[in-house]
Structure formats: C-alpha cells, structure tokens
C-alpha cells in the first residue's frame, strides 16, 4: 500500500492531467512521468495513466458537448467509430512492446507533439495553401492518430486540433468540443485493453482518477475563459520540459 503523500502526488498529477487534455490535450505529459517517478515501468505507467485519465476525459466531453458538429463532412460518430478502432489497434501494440523498447521510443513521439504543439496553427495555414483535402484525408489522418491514441496519446489533442483545422479550416476553439471527445473515445478503447492485460497499477490508478475527473471537468469551464495564448503557452511549457527530460532519461 502507497502512502498518503504519494496517493496525494498521484490525485495531484491526474488534476493536473484531466485540466490539460481539457484545455488543449496533452495530460499524459503530467500523469505519466509522475507515474515512471513514482516507480512504474513505462509501459505500465503509460497504461495506467491512460485508464486515469479517462473519466476526466468523459467529464470533458460532456461539459462540452454542446459544441459537437460534423467535421469536413464526416459525422462525429463515424469519426468516433474510426478513433475507437484506432486506439484498440494502437493499445494492442503498446501491449505487445517490450518496455526497453518502449523506452527508446517515448522521447521520439513527445518531440512529435512537441513539435505540432510549437507550429499549431502557422503549419495549418501553410499547409492548407498547398494541399487540396477531402474527407478521404480525414479519414485517414483520423485513423492513424487513433492508433497514436491508443499506444501512447502525448499531445494527440494538439494533433488532432491541428490535422482538423487544416482539412477544414476551423479554428482551434471550434474544434474543442469534438477534440475533447476522441480524445475520450481514444482512451476508452485503450481502458478496455489495459484492463484486460492487467497493464494497470490500480493503487495509483484510483488516486489519480478521481484528480483527473475533478482536473477536467473544471479545466473545460476554465477553458471556456481562458486566452487561447496562455493555454497554449502552458501546454508547450510542460511538453517541451518532458520531451527533455525522457531523452535524457533514454540517452543521456
């Protein structure tokens, strides 16, 4: 059994984590390093924050529910139905990787988010001039993003906000409420995996779930107030600190 201060530092973390994915994604950025720093190996700490952080994300989508619209002219249940798929496909790999590998591949896929974080919107408009895109594209790019979901999900919120604004042309804001629920559909699929693998450490796990409930319902009304500056300046803050510190940690 974990003392209390390392259950408070784990409810902390998943407070933190359920306001981030409210506001911009990225919540495995607090909740998974907390995890790796409490003693988990990373995949089981990947997994674990993974199921932590989905009723924050429920509460998430439902505060924002009232913003969902069809996207490119696709429906959100297709696109729900293509994100589900995507992340069992994706958890079922995590499930499969060896941890040393997993290891050497995590500082690769936060520089990924990082780097999508850091251009946002100025590579969406620089994109959107020179290709023409359809709803076969967003099918597709919202097929392999579910898979990223799946298997790990750093900063796939800020992926998919930018993939949607340069397929459709909406902004960030728009895209909140229908971001906000793949990235719970996302980690459904992945919950049900976990489970089943028995890849989740359930004394950290409980702790940290009921912060991430509290961190994303009260992130999403926050949300709603906040400049979208200061949101995404945080987000960079925290992605580019953890982006440094897992390469370190892998090759340093």
């Known amino acids: 059994m974990a003392d209390p201060a390392t259950l408070a530092f784990a409810a902390g973390a998943g407070m933190v984590g359920g ?37 924050g994300a429920m509460a998430s989508a439902w505060a924002y529910r009232g913003g969902l619209a069809p996207l490119g002219g696709v429906g959100i249940r297709t696109l729900s ?4 798929a995507g992340g069992l496909a994706g ?10 590998a997993f290891d050497v591949i995590v500082p690769w ?14 590579a969406s408009d620089w994109l959107s001039t020179r290709f023409a895109a359809g709803p076969r594209s967003l099918v597709a790019g919202q097929a392999l993003l579910g898979i990223y979901g799946g298997y790990f ?20 804001a728009a895209l909140a409420a229908p971001r906000t629920l ?28 009921i912060g991430s409930i509290a961190g994303g319902y009260l992130g999403a009304l926050v949300g709603r107030r906040l400049p979208p500056g200061v949101i995404r300046g945080w987000t960079l803050l925290v992605t580019v600190a953890t982006t440094a510190v897992f390469f370190w940690r892998a090759y340093g």
């Open 19 to 55: 306001a981030m994915n409210a506001l911009a994604g990225g919540g495995s950025f607090a909740t998974m390093p907390t995890l790796i720093a409490l003693g988990l190996p990373s995949t089981i700490a990947n997994a674990t924050s993974n199921v932590a952080v989905q009723p």
């Open 81 to 84: 139905a293509i994100t589900f």
């Open 91 to 100: 958890s079922l790999l995590l499930a499969w990787t060896p941890a040393r």
């Open 109 to 122: 896929l936060l520089l990924a988010a990082t780097i999508a974080i850091a251009l946002g919107r100025h």
């Open 153 to 172: 999900g750093g900063g796939v919120g800020m992926m998919l906000t930018a993939m949607w604004g340069l397929l459709t042309g909406d902004s960030p």
């Open 182 to 209: 793949m990235l719970a559909v996302a980690n459904s699929a992945a919950t049900i995996v976990f489970i089943a693998s028995g890849m989740v450490a359930w004394t950290l796990c409980l702790p940290m779930m």
